[in-house]
């Protein structure tokens, strides 16, 4: 990512300490429930809180959800667009022609 991109979504690690930080469990529990070490999760919980704006915990639950709903519409949308592509394609693609027939041998 380059300097002064602004990320608009987590990144799989991200999510996957992000998501159980929310209920507010101790660096601890995170740790010793995801396998990760003390500054891993630190690291991780710091650039997402970065990515969605917010400055604490507390936040982070309705961060996530606001992603979630978010996410999920998003993923709905391009879904509903993909079938309507695919049925467009259908219809706009040619049918196969037969093949010439070949020439009656004499």
Do not use: C, N, W
């Amino acid at each position: 990512m380059g300097r002064g991109r602004a990320r608009t979504a987590l990144t799989l690690q991200e999510s996957e300490v992000a998501r159980p930080a929310a209920p507010e469990p101790s660096h601890p529990q995170i740790v010793s429930r995801l396998f990760l070490s003390p500054r891993t999760v630190s690291s991780h919980l710091y650039g997402v809180f970065r990515t969605l704006g917010i400055t604490s915990r507390a936040e982070l639950r309705d961060a996530l959800k606001t992603l979630e709903t978010r996410e999920t519409r998003e993923t709905r949308e391009a879904i509903a667009a993909g079938d309507a592509l695919e049925a467009g394609d259908a219809l706009a693609s040619p049918q196969p022609e037969e093949p010439p027939s070949a020439p009656p041998k004499q």
